[in-house]
């Protein structure tokens, strides 16, 4: 069976596409169509004429991550699989950019990128996972939607208090802990201190969770209220707080939606370690996936850039700090979680209070913390296992014995011939040196 490689270059409304073989030979040379349904049927045609003349042919087929641009291909060459041999996946551009830097490309196209995608399929064949049904990605478009409207209510209320320490500064005083519904509702209704002296007082007891006696003591401040009256700031509170109102209710459907397109039993296994919540869980499930797509915790690591970069050479090491080269909004849902953890679950408090001990500072040892969340998250779905903190003294323990067993790092490198200090090596590395024999004859 011969494989071939369809590079899909991705630009906003049209696409590039060329064949290759195994050799790097074009099958099919570049063109060019555009994403509507005739350039679609157009392609249909192209794969299918290919099969009729390649009856044995596997077909590889890689479309770049460009922000939603490549669904469309994406989602009309997955369809294909029920027809042809078809296999498809998404590529990250880092990998295909740097691939193509390797190559010394100097001009850069359209053209010559579909070509460096199709190359790049054949180079990292063993390392490329092709997708065969991403139930999620759906979803995943909920949740991003979700988090916008909740940075649009952040913005509101952060722009909402900020204009009743101008009007009505006293009433602050019940929005210590985040603005409550009542306050919401009372502020859409009255929303500067004149209006709530001038209300009647069953209209403001009226309202949900607001007693007789609130309403009084809300009327008592507002009479010594200190701040100033304005018919334009008033309706622009109004507007705010109705506006809040509204995000808040759509924001809880929608969440409600997300846990619903999720496993239940996935859910109730992640909720199993203290620290991650119903809505960390749904977020953990659906940017993880199917955790068979990830054959070690490193790869899952990778993924969402937690794994330690830093560069080392003969005169030391520099810059180790986490990737972040991965998806952010997993990170940050890692970092809500490890901020919980580290109170309420002791696993990670230990995790957190030994590496401030060695000389982390708070960020450093969070996300330290981040990476051993996701290692148990990444051991909970993978053997379908409630969270155990003995597992995880166990798999420690395990760790330090094959720690102990394995020689340091530099006897490993220098097995074959011992430090000779004569070498022209330089004054930083011989002072490392000296230091490294001096601590061994003690």
């Known amino acids: 069976m011969n494989n071939y490689y369809l590079g899909i270059d991705v630009s906003k409304g049209y696409a ?108 990292h064949n063993e390392r490329i996972s092709y997708t065969q049904e991403d139930f999620y990605a759906p979803a995943r478009k909920l949740w991003n939607f979700v988090n916008t409207f909740t940075k649009q209510r952040a913005e509101l209320l952060n722009q909402l208090e900020s204009l009743l320490y101008s009007t009505f500064p006293e009433i602050l005083t019940y929005c210590k802990e985040g603005f409550s519904d009542w306050v919401l509702k009372l502020l859409q209704r009255y929303p500067t201190a004149q209006r709530i002296e001038n209300a009647e007082l069953s209209s403001i007891a009226s309202i949900p969770y607001v007693s007789r006696k609130k309403a009084l003591k809300l009327q008592a401040l507002a009479q010594r209220s200190v701040g100033n009256h304005n018919e334009a700031t008033a309706d622009i509170i109004q507007t705010i707080a109705q506006e809040i109102i509204h995000l808040s209710s759509m924001i809880d459907q929608k969440e409600k939606k997300l846990q619903e397109t999720v496993s239940d039993t996935d859910i109730k296994l992640l909720e199993s370690f203290k620290g991650i919540g119903t809505y960390s869980a749904v977020g953990l499930l659906l940017h993880i996936g199917t955790i068979e797509r990830f054959p070690s915790v490193k790869k899952l690591a990778s993924f969402f850039g937690l794994h330690p970069t830093f560069k080392q050479s003969g005169d030391g090491t520099w810059a180790m700090r986490m990737s972040k080269q991965g998806n952010p909004e997993v990170r940050r849902i890692l970092f809500n979680v490890a901020r919980s953890a580290v109170v309420h679950n002791p696993v990670i408090r230990k995790t957190y209070e030994n ?20 290692r148990i998250v990444y051991g909970m779905l993978k053997n379908k296992t409630y969270f155990n903190p003995s597992i995880d003294l166990g798999n420690r323990k395990k760790k330090q014995k094959r720690q102990e067993k394995q020689l340091p790092n530099t006897d490993r490198l220098r097995r074959f011939q011992h430090i000779d200090n004569h070498a022209p090596i330089s004054r930083w590395q011989y002072k490392k040196r000296k230091e490294r024999d001096a601590s061994q004859n003690e």
């Open 16 to 123: 590039d596409f060329i064949l290759i073989d195994e050799q790097k030979r074009p099958i099919i040379e570049s063109f060019q169509l555009d994403d509507t349904y005739s350039g679609h049927q157009r392609l249909y045609d192209i794969i299918n004429d290919f099969f009729k003349d390649h009856p044995d042919a596997t077909l590889y087929a890689g479309v770049e991550s460009t922000g939603g641009y490549e669904d469309n291909w994406f989602s009309f060459l997955h369809k294909l699989q029920q027809q042809f041999n078809v296999f498809v996946t998404r590529l990250n551009p880092f990998g295909v950019s740097h691939d193509t830097k390797a190559e010394m490309t100097r001009v850069i196209t359209d053209k010559n990128s579909a070509r460096a995608i199709a190359t790049y399929l054949i180079r």
């Open 355 to 374: 590496h401030i001990a060695k000389g982390m500072k708070h960020y450093q040892a969070m996300g330290a913390c981040m990476h051993k969340i996701l």
